[in-house]
């Protein structure tokens, strides 16, 4: 190191330049953006091809009437597929009785409205589960952001009440960290949360349209929390 060269800054604070270090939080309650049912739709037949030929007229009957709601739908998603064998029970070898299908399938909403019509008509469906809802927030929901400048704006407020209390001021920012920066967990937005609907349905035996069920959406809690370092004046003591 010349004597040029100016000696760094070290990692804690002097009299000179005390250094105040405090933590910035923020929670917010905010209405969720969108909402995921999952629908399950079985079917069961006496041989392998006729339990297949009914799940497929099932699941595509249920994706025709999930397409009808167009803009409504953000996001459709076919999951696990199977079709298992049951046999008959104290039998010698592997006498098969029927076999059982099933598909999975998530969908997405951002229209609550049409959320509790298509929960209902689904769940009315033959052979078919329906559970959910789940509400959330999209993950580049402005929400986060708010979160995030108001956990910065508590930080700054506390280091300056930290500072005022000893009859000095702020001079700089030395450090901002988010916790996840720091090896910390980062708390987010809370996970979704289940709206406890949870239906099965059989052929009901009528093609009347059932009643929409009247879904209350979830608010949702997001959290931030920061670090933050200042250096401030020489306190009055």
């Given at each position: 190191?010349?004597?040029?060269?100016?000696?760094?800054?070290?990692?804690?604070?002097?009299?000179?330049?005390?250094?105040?270090?405090?933590?910035?939080?923020?929670?917010?309650?905010?209405?969720?953006?969108i909402a995921r049912i999952d629908i399950t739709v079985s079917a069961r037949g006496k041989d392998r091809r006729a339990a297949l030929d009914d799940l497929t007229r099932r699941n595509n009957q249920l994706l025709t009437l999930v397409k009808t709601y167009g803009p409504a739908i953000e996001k459709v998603e076919n999951g696990a597929f199977?079709?298992?064998?049951?046999?008959?029970?104290?039998?010698?070898?592997?006498?098969?009785?029927?076999?059982?299908?099933?598909?999975?399938?998530?969908?997405?909403?951002?229209?609550?409205?049409?959320?509790?019509?298509?929960?209902?008509?689904?769940?009315?469906?033959?052979?078919?589960?329906?559970?959910?809802?789940?509400?959330?927030?999209?993950?580049?929901?402005?929400?986060?952001?708010?979160?995030?400048?108001?956990?910065?704006?508590?930080?700054?407020?506390?280091?300056?009440?930290?500072?005022?209390?000893?009859?000095?001021?702020?001079?700089?920012?030395?450090?901002?960290?988010?916790?996840?920066?720091?090896?910390?967990?980062?708390?987010?937005?809370?996970?979704?949360?289940?709206?406890?609907?949870?239906?099965?349905?059989?052929?009901?035996?009528?093609?009347?349209?059932?009643?929409?069920?009247?879904?209350?959406?979830?608010?949702?809690?997001?959290?931030?929390?920061?670090?933050?370092?200042?250096?401030?004046?020489?306190?009055?003591?």
């Open positions: 190191m010349t004597s040029e060269t100016p000696a760094p800054a070290p990692p804690y604070g002097t009299p000179e330049t005390p250094r105040v270090a405090v933590r910035g939080e923020a929670h917010l309650e905010v209405d969720p953006e199977s079709i298992t064998p049951e046999t008959t029970p104290h039998s010698r070898g592997e006498r098969i009785r029927a076999y059982h299908g099933r598909v999975h399938v998530t969908v997405e909403l951002n229209d609550f409205t049409a959320l509790g019509e298509l929960t209902t008509r689904t769940a009315d469906h033959d052979m078919t589960r329906t559970t959910g809802p789940w509400w959330s927030l999209r993950p580049a929901s402005p929400a986060h952001g708010e979160a995030r400048r108001r956990a910065v704006r508590d930080a700054v407020q506390r280091a300056r009440e930290y500072a005022d209390a000893l009859g000095a001021r702020l001079t700089a920012l030395v450090e901002l960290a988010d916790l996840g920066a720091e090896n910390t967990p980062t708390l987010g937005a809370m996970p979704p949360v289940p709206g406890g609907l949870r239906t099965r349905s059989a052929y009901s035996g009528t093609d009347e349209t059932p009643t929409a069920l009247d879904l209350e959406p979830q608010r949702q809690t997001v959290y931030a929390q920061v670090n933050a370092r200042f250096t401030m004046t020489p306190p009055q003591l």
